[in-house]
C-alpha cells in the first residue's frame, strides 16, 4: 500500500521479513520516518541506501518486541532518535524469545530510547502528527495519527474486527476498551486509513460497521 499527497508526503506499508508486523516508512524528499521497525536493521539500512533517504526519527506504537526489534541497532547505524513511551521502556529487551523463533537476534539493551512526545510534533517541516494515548495492549500503547495522509497507525490496539491481547506485561481490557473509546473521541473522518500492527488495513467506517469493540464505544459515548 502507498498514499501520497500534494506535500510531496508519501507513506508505504511495509512487512520486512521475516513477514510478522506492519511497518510503516513516511517520506518527505529524501528524509523519513519509520514506524513500528520490526526485522533486520540491516534490512531497513539496504532499503534506505537504495533509495538515498536519510532516517529522522523511529517512533514505536509499543514496546513489544515484535514492534522495536529494529530499533536499537538502527539507531547506532544511523544516528537516528527512537521515540518510545517511557510506560513501555521496561519492555525493551522482553520477549527476546519471540525474535529466537523468527531467526532475528535480541534486542540491543545499550540505547535508551527519547520519551514520546504528548499529544502532537512535527516530523517534516509543516507536517504534524496527533499522538494518541492508548495504553491496554501495554501500559505505554500510543497511535499515530497523520492528517496531511488522513491515516492513522494504531500498533496493536485495534484490529479490522477484534482488539490487541491484553494478557501479556501492561494489559489490561478496561483500559484498552477506555482507549477504544479514546480513538472513536478523535472524531476522525470515516475515510481516515486505520494501520494496525497486523493483518490487514482498514478504515474508520468499517470499524463503526463492524468492529464489534468500536460499535460498543460509540454506544457508550451516546449515552
Given at each position: 500500500m502507498e498514499i501520497k499527497n500534494q506535500k510531496n508526503l508519501k507513506l508505504e506499508l511495509l512487512n520486512m521479513a521475516p513477514h510478522f508486523?506492519?511497518?510503516?516508512?513516511?517520506?518527505?524528499?529524501?528524509?523519513?520516518?519509520?514506524?513500528?521497525?520490526?526485522?533486520?536493521?540491516?534490512?531497513?539500512?539496504?532499503?534506505?541506501?537504495?533509495?538515498?533517504?536519510?532516517l529522522?526519527?523511529?517512533?514505536?506504537?509499543?514496546?513489544?518486541?515484535?514492534?522495536?526489534s529494529a530499533a536499537p541497532d538502527l539507531v547506532l547505524s544511523t544516528g537516528a532518535k527512537w521515540f518510545l513511551n517511557n510506560a513501555d521502556f521496561n519492555l525493551i529487551?522482553?520477549?527476546?524469545?519471540?525474535?529466537?523463533?523468527?531467526g532475528l537476534p535480541p534486542i540491543t539493551r545499550d540505547i535508551v530510547p527519547t520519551a514520546m512526545p504528548e499529544h502532537k510534533t512535527t516530523i517534516f517541516n509543516d507536517i504534524n502528527m496527533d499522538i494518541i494515548s492508548c495504553p491496554g495492549h501495554t501500559c505505554g500503547g500510543v497511535a499515530f495519527y497523520i492528517r496531511d495522509l488522513g491515516t492513522c497507525i494504531v500498533g496493536d490496539?485495534?484490529?479490522?474486527?477484534?482488539?490487541?491481547?491484553?494478557?501479556?506485561p501492561g494489559g489490561d481490557t478496561q483500559t484498552l476498551k477506555k482507549s477504544i473509546l479514546?480513538?472513536?473521541?478523535?472524531?476522525?473522518?470515516?475515510?481516515?486509513?486505520?494501520?494496525?500492527?497486523?493483518?490487514?488495513?482498514?478504515?474508520?467506517?468499517?470499524?463503526?460497521?463492524?468492529?464489534?469493540y468500536f460499535k460498543l464505544a460509540i454506544?457508550?459515548?451516546?449515552?
Open positions: 508486523t506492519n511497518s510503516v516508512l513516511v517520506s518527505h524528499g529524501n528524509k523519513c520516518i519509520i514506524f513500528d521497525a520490526w526485522g533486520r536493521a540491516q534490512d531497513w539500512i539496504r532499503l534506505l541506501h537504495e533509495r538515498n533517504l536519510e529522522l526519527a523511529i517512533y514505536s506504537t509499543h514496546g513489544h518486541p515484535d514492534h522495536i529487551g522482553w520477549g527476546d524469545e519471540l525474535l529466537n523463533e523468527f490496539t485495534i484490529f479490522a474486527d477484534s482488539i490487541g491481547r491484553t494478557d501479556l479514546h480513538l472513536y473521541e478523535q472524531n476522525m473522518p470515516d475515510d481516515t486509513i486505520i494501520i494496525p500492527g497486523h493483518d490487514n488495513i482498514t478504515n474508520i467506517a468499517t470499524l463503526k460497521k463492524h468492529n464489534p454506544k457508550s459515548r451516546a449515552r
